[in-house]
């Protein structure tokens, strides 16, 4: 990682909670989720360090709780080049503002990665044609 001096280098603690910490989690409700674990196969490594291969460059969610959408679409992008070995870069923003339209739930209050998943579904544009504008106007 390289530190250094950043935008948030001159927020108090206070200050970078109130503006990015925002996410407050609803009531959980009841689901099947399979817990079991799988053995991974013998001779598989234990530890894997992804850190520039197989990951899209580091993204700034700015002034909005859409870390949901943003992680959505990361693990797409990722998942996309491990397997067709193309980097492409998927809009984080329509996911934000288009998910919320249609799950009521999301947008830069937070939200759900599963419904954002659910919504790619139907295809998502590349962030260069709907590039993110929800963090400058926490929208």
Known sequence: ???G???FTDMSAAEFKETHLNYVP???KS???DTS??????????LVDWTGE???PVKDQGYCGSCWAFSATEQIESDYMRTAGTEYILSAQQITTCSYRNFIVGG???GNTEKAFTYAEGGV???SDYSYTSGDAGV
Not at 37 to 45: K, R
């Open 1 to 3: 990682a390289i530190h």
């Open 5 to 7: 001096i950043t935008k």
């Open 26 to 28: 609803g009531d959980r």
């Open 31 to 33: 689901t099947n989720v």
């Open 37 to 46: 674990i799988e053995a991974m196969p013998e001779g598989t490594e234990t």
């Open 54 to 56: 197989l990951t899209t």
């Open 108 to 110: 830069c209050n937070g």
């Open 125 to 127: 544009e590349l962030d």
